[in-house]
């Protein structure tokens, strides 16, 4: 078992300027909480947090993951709290706990193998700090090194997870050995038989491939010395999946894989290493197609190295590796190597935040060859906009950042898009409208009858969601427009005792429809139920002299001259209707609603939807399944009839003092009635046009200022 001490050297060599004390802390707080548990082996379980602790000192990093190392399973098992954690060690190791206790809560299950890429992704996108995957992965490193002592089941299942998920990310990030040893170790557990093949294979002749190995090595470092390069020369097995691999995938049997052996150069600057590969190369013959040039185009990952085949001193081939020290170390530690000290000085503040490691990558993103492969690679750091969210089976969908339940449910299918009326996320009921984050479980809640609604629209995020919704209202809106228009077209033609169902068959309606520029009859009927066309305008094509309705004229009294200007008003115009556009409106006469008061439609048989006060008693009496919501819409340039009575005393004048005060408001009079009492008041009707309920509550006001007058109000039926 690794000791603290043995830690604390580690990061005192690498900077001797460290805090050691956080990470002194850190263990002695680990050990006080984790004192009494015990592993699977049998060791104490503070050898656990210990060897991850070890693990990310080997990795160069920062006393801060360090000491986050060694806390990093007191919050999930044991009685330590976040706050405790936060108290002690500060906001930044607590935060880094938090993530990797969050991500170890995560189980993958059976959804695990179609799933892979996805979940890598989460995992990726969950960790607000890419501390927390380096702590995650050097805790499963460890795990996967004492796998052993658990249950076969168990075993197989950790190793699947750490091969699909850990391993890919691994070298996704850079860090080569992690990912080689992880892939090693899951290798043996899922695949046993073929492990010790390879496993014995490679120990057969082991002997002769040492002397091989030396034979090549020495060969390579007196040729280097020979051109005065300085340099360092390594033989290594690959790992033994890569060769499984290799034998799977090219069919081959273990006695054709030539390159189980890899060699690697090291030197002190890029152009010795473009030297010693010109060496290289003029020694033996290079198998042109499997040369890479990772120095000048790195990996996304900033994995840098050259990379050959030659045809070796047997006819065998060799992999070679020509690389810096400093690339070396970016290779060993890969992404970690950016949080690692850098000749003694303090890690860059901005390195440490989320994914700012990807702003290197993308101000790199001239050096790569392929902008596709770099583009796959690091796309979802590119597009830290989406979330990651599960359904109730394990399923991870992708959303995008700020997307909502309805979102998710038309992910899911369109059907449950439309029917849903609820969510639960993480198990609890939210609204609709809730924000998903990345690692939540959303479980929606639909209804055969429900319907999806236009205030969605106000906060889906996916171009999905929008475009059902709208396409969802749009047929809405065209049946209801087509039955509304069918019945004030029957209602019109009855009247002239003409039967509209069967003229809408006849060929002369086919006429109509082309003289109002439609396609179909049911575009026809449709613009008559949007108010665009009205029926008697279709039914007048139908009678070549249309009796006209004798127009009533109303008798202009002097008063209506003096008063002027009177004004009409449009019809629908001035209130929206939940769910439609543009149907023809009319208000009711009962109660004359103006803006600003509280108002309720009617769908009504033949004129559209007729809008009424809240407290009209008309509408009260209506049936409820013909109520639909309207509101007013914000601004109009409207105005609207009014009633009010004006109750006074009788004098000379009265009348011209209401006409000038109406007028100096800006509201204007349609029509007045005066009555005179027994008892000598006046009341005076009147029906004003006015703007809204702020508008004519002035009016009111100015008019009780008149001398005489005892009440002003207005009638409401
Ligand atoms: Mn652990």
Redesign the pocket.
């Known amino acids: 078992m690794i000791r603290i001490t043995d830690i604390l050297d580690r990061v005192a060599e690498n900077n001797p300027e460290a805090d050691l004390d956080i990470i002194d802390r850190a263990y002695i707080f680990s050990a006080r909480v984790h004192d009494g548990q015990i592993r699977l082996s049998g060791e104490p379980y503070l050898s656990?947090p210990l060897e991850?602790a070890g693990i990310l000192a080997e990795m160069n990093l920062d006393p801060v993951s360090i000491a986050a190392g060694l806390l990093?399973?007191v919050v999930e098992d044991t009685h330590a709290t976040p706050d405790e954690i936060e108290q002690t060690f500060g906001k930044e190791v607590l935060r880094i706990v938090a993530g990797v206790t969050k991500m170890s809560k995560l189980s993958f299950g059976s959804t695990l193998a179609r799933q892979a890429e996805s979940l890598r992704k989460m995992l990726l996108a969950m960790a607000d700090d890419i501390r927390v995957i380096l702590i995650k992965l050097a805790?499963r490193l460890h795990?996967m090194r004492t796998l052993a002592f658990h249950k076969t089941d168990k075993r197989r299942q950790i190793a699947r997870e750490t091969l699909d998920i850990y391993a890919p990310i691994a070298a996704r990030l850079g860090i080569y050995w992690i990912k080689n040893e992880l892939e090693n170790a899951s290798f043996m557990y899922l695949m046993p038989d073929e492990y010790d093949r390879i496993k014995n294979s490679v120990s057969t002749d082991r002997t002769a491939r040492e002397a091989y190995i030396e034979d090549v090595k020495g060969y390579l470092r007196n040729q280097m010395e020979e051109y005065q390069l300085n340099s360092e020369v390594l033989g290594r097995y690959k790992n033994y999946y890569s060769i499984y691999l290799k034998m799977v995938t090219q069919n081959l049997a273990f006695e054709d894989v030539y390159d189980i052996i890899a060699f690697r150069i090291i030197l002190d600057t890029i152009p010795r290493c473009y030297e010693a590969l010109g060496i290289v190369h003029s020694l033996w013959k290079p198998i042109d197609i499997k040369f890479k040039d990772y120095i000048a185009r790195p990996k996304p990952n900033m994995y840098q190295s050259l990379h050959t085949t030659v045809i070796g001193p047997r006819g065998e081939r060799v992999e070679i590796q020509i690389r810096t020290h400093e690339m070396d170390r970016v290779a060993k530690s890969g992404i970690a190597a950016h949080w690692s000290y850098k000749e003694g000085g303090k890690t860059d503040e901005s390195i440490g935040k989320r994914f700012a490691w990807i702003q290197n990558l993308v101000e790199n993103q001239e050096n790569f060859a392929n902008p596709d492969e770099f583009l796959e690679n690091v796309r979802i750091d590119l597009y830290p906009d989406e979330v990651y969210v599960f359904t109730p089976q394990g399923d991870v969908k992708t959303l995008p950042k700020g997307a909502t339940p309805v979102d998710f449910a038309y992910v899911i299918h369109t059907e449950v898009g439309n029917q849903c009326t609820g969510a639960k996320v993480n198990g609890r009921l939210v609204p609709l409208s809730h924000e998903l984050v990345t690692g939540d479980t959303v479980d929606i809640v639909t209804s055969k009858n429900h319907k999806p609604s236009k205030d969605w629209l106000k906060f889906v995020k996916t171009v999905k969601a929008r475009s059902r919704i709208r396409q969802w209202i749009k047929i809405q809106e065209k049946n209801r427009s087509l039955s509304l228009g069918r019945e004030m077209c029957e209602k019109a033609f009855r009247k002239q005792r003409l039967n509209f169902t069967t003229l809408m068959k006849s060929d002369q309606m086919l006429e109509v429809v082309a003289h109002f520029g439609f396609k179909t009859v049911d575009d026809l009927i449709a613009s008559v139920g949007y108010g665009k066309t009205t029926p008697l305008q279709v039914l007048r094509r139908f009678m070549p002299k249309p009796e006209e309705e004798a127009e009533e004229k109303s008798r202009e009294t002097i008063l209506d001259r003096l008063i002027g200007r009177v004004k009409k008003r449009k019809p629908s115009a001035g209130v929206l209707v939940k769910g439609l556009d543009d149907i023809l409106i009319r208000f009711g006469k009962c109660c004359q609603p103006v803006p600003g008061d509280p108002i309720v439609g009617y769908i009504t048989r033949g004129y559209g939807v007729t809008v009424h006060r809240a407290n009209c008693v008309n509408a009260l009496k209506m049936s409820p399944e013909r109520q639909i919501d309207v509101a007013w819409t914000e601004e109009t340039s409207e105005t609207y009839p009014v009633k009010i009575v004006i109750v006074s005393y009788d004098r000379v004048g009265l009348l011209a003092d209401i006409a000038t005060s109406i007028s100096k408001h800006e509201a204007n009079i349609v029509s007045l009635n005066t009555t005179t009492k027994a008892n000598e008041l006046v009341e005076s009707y009147l029906t004003l046009s006015v703007a809204g309920t702020g508008h004519l509550d002035r009016v009111l006001a100015s008019l009780r200022k008149i001398h005489m007058v005892q009440d002003v109000r207005r009638l409401n039926r």
């Open positions: 656990h991850v990093h399973d805790d795990n």
